[in-house]
């Protein structure tokens, strides 16, 4: 089990950047994958990128040149580095672990934090 807390959210023009953080309560190093969702009004959560501990990333298409995710064991941090914000990436973004057991997925969420891209 692992508590996810994320931060760096907030309102930004369209083109800027943002960079999200988020923080775990245990060691990261042997969560099998660390990624980022989000999730617009009235629409499914949906990947945004995500970072296996074997150190495979794989990015939705939407996001693909514009932003980059990075786990930093160390630190039991991820991070989002978000770059030519468009206001269609406004979204509530949350930090997922996944962890893989007996072949079952088991996921954790943290409480998600919001960003805004004025136009």
């Known amino acids: 089990q692992v508590q996810l807390v994320e931060s760096g959210g907030g309102l930004v023009q369209a083109g800027g950047s943002l960079r999200l953080f988020c923080a775990a309560s245990?060691?990261?190093?042997?969560?099998?994958?660390m990624g980022w969702y989000r999730q617009a009004p009235g629409k499914q959560r949906e990947l945004v990128a995500a970072?296996?501990?074997?150190?495979?990333?794989n990015y939705a298409n939407f996001v693909k040149g514009r932003i980059t995710i990075a786990r930093d064991n160390a630190k039991n941090t991820v991070y989002l580095q978000m770059n030519s914000l468009k206001p269609e990436d406004t979204a509530v973004y949350y930090c997922?672990?996944?962890?893989?057991?007996?072949?079952?997925?088991?996921?954790?969420w943290g409480q998600g934090t919001q960003v805004t891209v004025s136009s």
């Open positions: 997922n672990a996944r962890f893989r057991l007996f072949n079952r997925n088991y996921d954790y």
């Open positions: 245990k060691n990261i190093s042997s969560i099998n994958a």
């Open positions: 970072k296996t501990r074997g150190g495979i990333t």
